[in-house]
């Protein structure tokens, strides 16, 4: 009976060896929308990711990352709660957003397609985001670029539902660094 | 009709210039004075506040080709009568017009950048931004703009004033040589 008291140690072990933690001051996530025809930039400030990556084994991988919407900061006060509002990220009904990958498939070196399901604004599309993913000991960088279609969310509603002021196309790009978790 | 400035009265290009800047003053104020009314998250708002800019920069252009065509070119003297007092007044209003022309549409370029907010210039070129978004320069600047539009706006009943005075006390023709093109 003893030597059950081992068995969540072996487990916790085991699954720890491909976990890890966000490294909140190092990573970035940023997009860029064009306003009357410039682009500004964008980020969110408050997000968290669960995490297992292991490079022998990238068909274990998984990624549930969680934005909290109301962190979005544009430089500009006005321009944030604007888009904090209905017809934009709606962040009283939809406070968060959600990735949640289904497959990293392997693409050379330290590329990888990561697939998954994307939620904003209570709607969920499959997108692929292309990474890349290096390991240095007990650190992780993963970085990629995905350009996304904000008509595909509903981010936009009304008056601004033409690209007139505020473009379609947004790319979306992420800086992830983490710590290998103990 | 000429088209440069002589002795005797300015030409075709100065007094296009002149009417031009009064009618983009006058359209930009007005947007300037209505738009900070509008919703202040709404594409129509963007739309209004970015022709207010167009506006804005080509005010500065237009400036700057009447620098240019001023300094280069010769110019009517005013008119014998005028009293010293009269001239030295005159001089101050346009140069101070001048010097607002510049300072206006600087200021609110500065108070747009500082929101983060490009310039699109009519659609046809985005400009570059002078300096970085800076939130906390923003209502400063914002302000700044708004005081050195209405000096320019005071200054331009001056000017009104006094080519009133001119056409209706002095019986001179200040007025109509702004109007008529030099033909000599």
Known sequence: MRHLALIPLLLAFSASAAEWRVDHEASRITFTFTQMGAAVEGTFERFDAAITFDADAPEDASVTATIEVDSLATRNGERDEGMKSADWFDVANHPTATFVSKRFTPAGGDRYDVEGELTIRGRTRSIVLPMTISIDGDRARAAGEATLDRRDFGLGQGDWAGDTVIGFDVPVALTIEAERAP | ?184
């Open chain 2, 1 to 184: 009709m000429r088209l440069a400035n002589s002795a005797h009265g300015w030409g075709l290009v100065h007094i296009v210039l002149h009417w031009a800047t009064a009618a983009l003053i006058g359209w930009a104020a007005w947007l300037g004075w209505t738009m900070t009314d509008l919703p202040r998250f709404d594409p129509a708002t963007f739309v209004t506040y970015n022709l207010h800019k167009s506006l804005g920069v080509t005010i500065l252009l237009l400036a700057a080709l009447r620098l240019v065509w001023r300094v280069s070119r010769k110019r009517p003297a005013p008119p014998p009568a005028m009293r010293p007092i009269e001239r030295r007044l005159a001089g101050v209003t346009h140069a101070s017009l001048f010097a607002l022309l510049f300072l206006v549409p600087v200021l609110g370029w500065l108070t747009t950048a500082a929101a983060d907010v490009p310039v699109d210039w009519f659609g046809l070129v985005v400009l570059p931004q002078p300096i970085d978004a800076a939130e906390p320069w923003r209502e400063w600047l914002e302000d700044a703009h708004w005081l050195a539009a209405m000096l320019l706006l005071a200054l331009v009943a001056l000017h009104v004033a006094g080519a009133l005075k001119h056409q209706l006390i002095d019986g001179d023709d200040v007025l109509r040589r702004m109007i008529v093109p030099t033909r000599e």
